[in-house]
Nanobody, 121 residues
Framework: QVQLVESGGGLVQAGGSLRLSCVLS????????MGWFRQVPGKERELVAR????????AVADSVKGRFTISRDNAKNTLYLQMNSLKPEDTAVYYC??????????????WGQGTLVTVSS
């Protein structure tokens, strides 16, 4: 069984920064790709960022380009999302995901429970 546990969400003012973390555990391969989705109630979920198992490939959504950075530390089985210059429209529940294949997922294999990020104006 695979477990993904996010942390680091919270309330921040517009223009501020947060760093999300996600620890991967369980019966997993170290070669899993990982990423972050976000979802606002009533809207479609959005793939925010993804990264390959060895960090050789990564991508972020146009909506966060230049502000968000994805990274991982395989020695710690941890994924990060550094979020800078936050805007109120970044408010959402952020989900950590993992999948054996690096691609622009619609339904990755594994999901965390989500962490809420609220950006006040």
């Amino acid at each position: 069984q695979v477990q993904l546990v996010e942390s680091g969400g919270g309330l921040v003012q517009a223009g501020g920064s947060l760093r999300l973390s996600c620890v991967l555990s369980g019966r997993v391969s170290s070669s899993y790709a990982m990423g972050w989705f976000r979802q606002v109630p009533g809207k479609e979920r959005e793939l925010v960022a993804r990264i390959s198992w060895n960090s050789n490939m990564d991508a972020v959504a146009d909506s966060v380009k230049g502000r968000f950075t994805i990274s991982r530390d395989n020695a710690k089985n941890t994924l990060y999302l550094q979020m800078n210059s936050l805007k109120p429209e970044d408010t959402a529940v952020y989900y950590c995901v993992a999948d054996p294949v690096y691609r622009a997922w619609t339904s990755p294999a594994y999901w965390g429970q989500g962490t809420l990020v609220t950006v006040s104006s």
